[in-house]
């Protein structure tokens, strides 16, 4: 029998992008950073010592709360240590969400926000992204009642940029919490100039999501963190967090890697480099990409052969990409941006394909 | 202002045991286990290298599973990894138990499961446990109508036992779900026998609670499983638990320590032997102790100075036990079993303060 609740046996779970064994495949599907983590990260590995394992870590991760608030030139009660992005999002729903309370997210959007939505009982709202994955012009009105306003920027699956402006005042007119995933932040181009975290400083409803997978090539770490002002991060790191909710390694990997950013900046130059050259690279077979910011594309696929076809196409040639069976998102693929042997490879996997279809 | 849902903002968080920074302190108040872990554990960390990090980890940590299911006899169908065994509670909760539904805990026991129900916001009903430490004999008409009931066993702070046979009636006789929190399943006699293996294969009602953290000396690293009938694994592994709920590191090095079963039995007996002793000594000094399965005694301290006095004249001594402020255990200190040595600055340091105040 089951003995789920209603909501829970009602729901899907999320999918993650496939993660095969082995090391064959040129993985352009998960969006994970093509270049190794620092090696600092590799020094404080090694320098941890399985004996320390023995005892429980520190329960608030204080030297990493420490390093994240010299980074953001904020407070230490201003960041919370979580297991990965996704801890930050469930412990939003799960502290400020109420089931009769809504949520709302952008469409398209990152699809676990109504996985989590589900899960927690709560009602969702969807609106809808105008033409360039814009917010729609009444967007604010669309948000009176709502408790929760989550916003990936930039935009997944579209590399869209939007400007703090627009964010300060989305979160300036609101009554709720707006929750910005900036998970892609660090492949902005500099020269844009974008810097949400001074809204964190001037608004008490707004909390930045900042992950180590992408930007720090630490996916396998799980290791992600809010930013924002006490009345928010203090119940969710007194309350509603797992006591022990992120282990010594991790506190040991991320706080080093934080340490290091100034070695994460050459891989962020070095995305944006490839990212520019692959777009045009892609423009050139007739898939052009939507403008990017993030360490993706989001390109459109000629009819023939079609999305679903060329994934598939190129996954026989064991090269992983991903494809939505989602409104909007069905003629498109989303390609992470690899190293640069790896960019050539899928160029040339697409020449091959297409050339033999068109 | 305050954004919390009403049940979080009402509600207090659950305190750890003291974590003091530094190596000084001798630490019996957390019940980590005094020997390191398995030397594979220390050769998997030592595997590790930095670049496998850049990759997200295996989503459900299969080989894990494998090895777990290898281990209890039963299917990696059976086996839910978790960052710590508090992330099963969570899920547990967060997946079967509805706001209007209840959980039936005992009293005294674990204080993170009114903590955990608070969070759901769901009904909480706790059952004062019996001279002994022993359900009342109508535990079962007590559970009528609960979605779920939290025992753990052997019984914390006590180090009580329950036998299989009186949990297989509770099961049986309960339309909700049977959580058996073993945390402390590996300092029991063997002896006694003890194996509730049997329940998960003849009942879909009853879940398993296992953690690295203390038979495996891995408390730092955050891990534990579920292991129960897939009725009750599949939601909480495909629905509710975050998309990558237990990093590569901790997935490695969980594997090899349960690998090295054999290994960590060798610590397993040790612990048995000093806790024989320590309870024998401590019940010289006038603190006699329950009779204890578990890695830690639950002992009784005389008038003067008092539990409370003596926990603290312990502290400024550098030895570090629990006391509790609870009805029935303010009497009381709960003391880890630790090494040789820990044990015996223990007995000093408590024939030093209870000679000066008799």
Redesign the interface.
């Known amino acids: 029998?089951?003995?789920?609740?209603?909501n829970?046996?009602a729901?899907?779970?999320?999918t993650?992008?496939e993660?095969p064994?082995g090391d064959k495949a040129i993985?352009l599907n998960?969006n994970?950073?093509?270049?190794?983590?620092a090696p600092a990260?590799?020094e404080a590995?090694?320098a941890?010592?399985?004996?320390?394992?023995?005892?429980?870590?520190?329960?608030t991760a204080s030297e990493f709360r420490q390093t994240a608030a010299e980074l953001h030139a904020v407070e230490p009660e201003n960041i919370l240590p979580t297991?990965?992005g996704?801890?930050l999002l469930?412990l939003v729903l799960?502290?400020?969400?109420?089931?009769d309370e809504t949520v709302v997210v952008a469409e398209p959007s990152y699809s676990?926000y109504p996985?989590l939505t589900a899960?927690q009982g709560c009602q969702l709202k969807q609106v809808p992204l105008e033409q360039g994955w814009n917010l729609p012009g009444n967007f604010s009105e669309q948000l009176q009642g709502a408790?929760l306003c989550i916003l990936v920027n930039p935009h997944a699956p579209s590399g869209h940029l939007m400007a703090v402006e627009v964010l300060r005042e989305v979160a300036n007119s609101f009554g709720?919490?707006l929750l910005i995933d900036e998970a892609y932040v660090d492949f902005i181009d500099p020269d844009k100039g974008y810097d949400s975290l001074p809204l964190v400083r001037e608004l008490?409803?707004v909390i930045i999501l900042r992950t180590l997978?992408k930007g720090y090539?630490?996916?396998?770490?799980?290791f992600g963190y809010g930013i924002g002002s006490p009345?928010?991060i203090a119940?969710m790191l007194?309350?509603?967090r797992?006591?022990?909710?992120?282990?010594?390694?991790?506190q040991r990997?991320a706080t080093a890697a934080l340490k290091s950013v100034d070695h994460a900046r050459q891989g962020w130059d070095r995305v944006r480099a490839s990212r520019k050259k692959l777009a045009a690279e892609l423009a050139q077979l007739g898939m052009p990409c939507e403008p990017s910011q993030s360490n993706f594309l989001l390109c459109q696929v000629p009819h023939k052969p079609g999305a679903k076809a060329l994934y598939q196409a190129l996954k026989d040639k064991g090269i992983l990409v991903r494809w939505f069976d989602l409104e909007g998102l069905r003629e498109r693929l989303r390609i992470s941006i690899g190293s640069e042997e790896e960019n050539s490879a899928l160029i040339d996997a697409l020449r091959e394909i297409l050339g033999s279809t068109s």
């Open positions: 029998m089951t003995f789920e609740r209603p829970i046996a729901m899907q779970g999320y993650p992008g993660q064994a993985k998960t994970e950073n093509p270049y190794p983590p990260v590799a590995l090694a941890v010592h399985s004996e320390e394992l023995r005892r429980y870590p520190p329960p297991n990965g996704d801890e469930r799960t502290t400020f969400v109420d089931p676990l996985v899960i408790k709720g919490i008490d409803n997978s090539s630490l996916a396998g770490l799980r009345n928010l119940p007194s309350k509603t797992d006591s022990y909710n992120t282990d010594l390694l991790s990997l």
